[in-house]
């Protein structure tokens, strides 16, 4: 019996760099998706690995002399157009935050 969202095959690299990305990840069970457009759910294997990577970073920033920092999940339409440019190619995929509390923003 098939399980659902398993990937049968893997897209080529060289074909479909973003595609191959994605069937990695599902097969390897390191993200499932989320019913929330966008959003990927992180499984214990993603999240280990999440893990062992910020860990590694974190030596790296603090042998270097340096201390983390951790900025806002929200930023203003405002400071986001001032990179217009640079933001371009993810358009599509921002998500607006246009209400809160039951009133307009």
Not at 20 to 44: F, H, T
Not at 45 to 51: C, F, I, L, M
Not at 64 to 85: D, W
């Amino acid at each position: 019996m098939p399980r659902e969202g398993f990937v049968s095959s893997i897209t080529r690299q060289s074909e479909d760099f973003p595609g191959w990305y994605n069937d990695v990840v599902l097969k390897a069970e390191l993200a499932s998706y989320s019913p929330v457009r966008g959003c990927m759910i992180i499984r214990p294997y993603g999240y280990s690995v999440w893990e062992s990577m910020r860990d590694e970073l974190d030596r790296h920033i603090k042998r270097t002399g340096h201390q983390n920092v951790y900025f806002p999940l929200f930023v203003p339409r405002s400071l986001l157009e001032k990179e217009a440019e640079h933001v371009e190619g993810f358009d599509p995929q921002v998500a607006w935050v246009t209400h809160a509390g039951g009133k307009e923003l």
